[in-house]
């Protein structure tokens, strides 16, 4: 069974700060790894994606991999109240796969 | 990004009765749809994949003779859910993908009701 596990949350952090957020996934073999940002009632909205080992950025997002661990994790720069949503880790295990979600961490900014 | 356009975006239905989510993927063409459902404080479960001309792939746990899917053309999905019962009140999410694509563009949800 194929898993992605992320802590529920609530996490809360004040605005401006950096807001953590982390992922495992059971699957060795998983190579895409996605971000969703989805606030309630909404479906989830692509935040960013990362294939490759190391860190990516995009604006005050970045993703950070390390596939040897099997973590996928995601920083959120300068943190806005706008910011406040639940955020869904997804792996594809391979092209074409199918996109399984781990159970999303509600982030909380406040102002 | 691409654009995947669900309908409707809220249903009630009585019990016992059917209902039908199109999912249209409105400037590329949809090799492949994925549909999830969602209950309220929990992740997206997904619940079948559907190829193009092909029978869908459903997941472990969800009947197939319930939620019928049906991928006839390159742009339109849809999801029936046949006889519905309280508890398949939920939010049901359509997801698209290209051919050769990795990532899914995601319709705007269904909320369905059923009394």
């Known amino acids: 069974q194929k898993e992605v596990e992320q802590n529920s949350g609530p996490l809360s952090v004040p605005e401006g700060a950096i807001a953590s957020l982390n992922c495992t996934y059971s699957d060795r073999g998983s190579q895409s790894f996605f971000w969703y940002r989805q606030y309630s009632g909404k479906s989830p909205e692509l935040i960013m994606f990362?294939?490759?080992?190391g860190d990516k950025e995009d604006g005050r997002f970045t993703a950070q991999l390390n596939k040897a661990s099997q973590y996928v994790s995601l920083l959120i720069r300068d943190s806005q109240p706008s910011d406040s949503a639940t955020y869904l880790c997804?792996?594809?295990?391979?092209?074409?796969?199918?996109?399984?979600f781990g159970q999303g961490t509600e982030l909380s900014v406040k102002p | 990004g691409a654009v995947v356009s669900q309908h409707p975006s809220w249903v009630i239905c009585k019990s016992g009765t059917s209902v039908k989510i199109e999912c249209r993927s409105l400037d590329f063409q949809a090799t492949t749809m994925f549909w999830y459902r969602q209950f309220p404080k929990q992740s997206l479960m997904l619940m079948a994949t559907s190829n193009e001309g092909s029978k869908a792939t459903y997941e472990q746990g969800v009947e197939k003779d319930k939620f019928l899917i049906n991928h006839a053309s390159l742009t339109l999905s849809t999801l029936t859910v046949t006889s519905a019962h309280p508890e398949d009140s939920s939010f049901y999410i359509c997801?698209?993908?290209?051919?050769?694509?990795?990532?899914?563009?995601f319709g705007q949800g269904t909320r369905l009701t059923v009394v």
């Open positions: 997801s698209a993908r290209g051919l050769g694509g990795t990532e899914a563009f």
């Open positions: 990362i294939y490759s080992n």
């Open positions: 997804a792996v594809i295990y391979n092209q074409g796969g199918k996109l399984i």
